[in-house]
């Protein structure tokens, strides 16, 4: 079965420092794998997509992710915090199961970014 | 120019209601979704229609039933609202069935 897992319910940093933010997901085929953010009371936004063209992923706003197989993780990055980051990230895995886009959304991270 | 878009953006109604929210893309897309935010911030697809046609179809009470006139539009009507409709409600569209999708702002829906 398809699934995807973010380790972290909640992640706080203050404002210039890294953020990580962890995905884990199982696909029984090469999934296609997103990170959206969802700012309050807003709707879905892409940050980046990872198609199995290069690991490292770069996205919008200074975030990337990197594909790895092995460790079955597709992790979100970014140097350095702003404020304006503060939001609900979503990994999410496209199993291609079916052949039809049935996107399997992580439960999310909320994302708090202290000054 | 807003990609997808969706009306109302808010909905607050009576239990036992029939309400319907509108979806519109004009991204020329082919394939448009249906997904359900809870109030835990899961989100789960509900349909999918490509080129008019029902594609996907998760298990969802026969209340719910989609409709897509064209294939820049699909609406969602739900007959007999009960409490546990509350809820975030997100249109999505993608240029074929395997392609990216891109999410509309969402409509929330209160059933009081």
């Known amino acids: 079965a398809q699934s995807v897992t973010q380790l972290d319910s909640h992640v706080s940093v203050s404002e210039g420092t890294p953020v990580l933010l962890r995905c884990n997901y199982s696909?029984?085929?090469?999934?296609?794998l997103f990170w959206y953010v969802q700012h309050p009371n807003k709707g879905l936004q892409l940050l980046l997509k990872?198609?199995?063209?290069?690991?490292l992923v770069k996205g919008i706003n200074g975030f990337e992710a990197e594909f790895k197989k092995s460790e079955t993780s597709f992790h979100l990055t970014k140097p350095s915090a702003h404020m304006s980051d503060a939001a609900e990230y979503f990994c999410?895995?496209?199993?291609?199961?079916?052949?039809?886009?049935?996107?399997?959304f992580g439960a999310g991270t909320r994302l708090a970014v202290h000054p | 120019d807003t990609a997808v878009s969706q009306t109302p953006k808010y909905l607050v109604t009576q239990m036992g209601n029939d309400k319907s929210i509108k979806c519109e893309q004009n991204?020329?897309?082919?394939?448009m979704y249906w997904y359900k935010q809870d109030s835990k911030k899961f989100l789960k697809i509900m349909f999918s229609?490509?080129?008019?046609?029902?594609?996907i179809n998760e298990t969802v009470p026969n209340r719910f039933s989609p409709k897509s006139p064209d294939k820049a539009h699909l609406n969602l009507h739900i007959n007999s609202l009960e409490l546990g409709d509350s809820a975030v409600y997100f249109c999505?569209?993608?240029?074929?069935?395997?392609?990216?999708?891109?999410f509309g702002p969402g409509t929330r829906l209160l059933v009081l």
């Open positions: 229609y490509n080129n008019k046609e029902l594609i």
């Open positions: 990872y198609t199995s063209a290069a690991t």
């Open positions: 991204l020329g897309h082919d394939t």
């Open positions: 696909s029984s085929y090469s999934p296609s």
């Open positions: 999410v895995v496209n199993p291609f199961s079916g052949g039809y886009n049935k996107l399997i």
């Open positions: 999505a569209s993608s240029q074929d069935t395997l392609e990216t999708q891109y």
